[in-house]
T-cell receptor
Framework: AQKVTQAQTEISVVEKEDVTLDCVYE???????LFWYKQPPSGELVFLIR??????QNEISGRYSWNFQKSTSSFNFTITASQVVDSAVYFC???????????????FGTGTRLTIIP | EAGVTQFPSHSVIEKGQTVTLRCDPI?????LYWYRRVMGKEIKFLLH????????ESGMPNNRFLAERTGGTYSTLKVQPAELEDSGVYFC?????????????FGPGTRLTVT
């Protein structure tokens, strides 16, 4: 069975500080995908990143970066120089890799509520 | 392109009543998913459609829940009769079957409150 753990329920940091959101996963699959979604106050889940289990390179997108480490089953998300607009709930998710692309049901963590204090 | 839309945004019903939630996926997306988040817990998968066919409904809680996707376009999720534990936010998501990066695009959710 798959499981995603986001141990940090809520985090508050002052604007411009860096913050890291932790994600630890469990799966028996050898091939899988990891995701991060952002849920702003408007409610929809906004896709941030999708990472294949074979690709352990860290990824950077602007102020966002992701650290994938298979050895510790972690896929952590760092926001550099945080801004008030980063305030949201962030979800980490996992899916198995299937033959028919697109059929990927997601297993989510419980989310981390991030508040950036101006 | 228009995103995934869900209707209503919020529904308050009494225990025993029936509610129907609607999801309009992004045009051209064959895959449609329903998820649910109960207060404070993780978002859980309910079921998956490919066009009009149910591919996986392993997450449906019980037979009080009925999902349909007639014509492979919009989908409805009916809860009949509703129970208190059905309260939560119901999310719909869609994705392409081929091409692109296959990420799921989510709607804003329907907040269901059963009293």
């Amino acid at each position: 069975a798959q499981k995603v753990t986001q141990a940090q329920t809520e985090i508050s940091v002052v604007e411009k500080e860096d913050v890291t959101l932790d994600c630890v996963y469990e799966t028996r699959d050898t091939t899988y995908y990891l995701f991060w979604y952002k849920q702003p106050p408007s409610g929809e889940l906004v896709f941030l990143i999708r990472r294949n289990s074979f690709d352990e390179q860290n990824e950077i997108s602007g102020r966002y970066s992701w650290n994938f480490q298979k050895s510790t089953s972690s896929f952590n998300f760092t926001i550099t120089a945080s801004q008030v607009v980063d305030s949201a709930v962030y979800f980490c998710a996992l899916s198995e890799a299937v033959l028919n692309f697109g059929n990927e049901k997601l297993t989510f963590g419980t989310g981390t509520r991030l508040t950036i204090i101006p | 392109e228009a995103g995934v839309t869900q209707f209503p945004s919020h529904s308050v019903i009494e225990k025993g009543q029936t509610v129907t939630l609607r999801c309009d996926p992004i045009s051209g997306h064959d895959n449609l998913y329903w998820y649910r988040r109960v207060m404070g817990k993780e978002i859980k998968f309910l079921l998956h459609f490919v066009k009009e066919s149910k591919q996986d409904e392993s997450g449906m809680p019980n037979n009080r829940f009925l999902a349909e996707r007639t014509g492979g376009t919009y989908s409805t999720l009916k809860v009949q009769p509703a129970e208190l534990e059905d309260s939560g936010v119901y999310f719909c998501a869609s994705s392409r079957s081929s091409g692109g990066t296959y990420e799921q695009y989510f709607g804003p959710g329907t907040r269901l409150t059963v009293t």
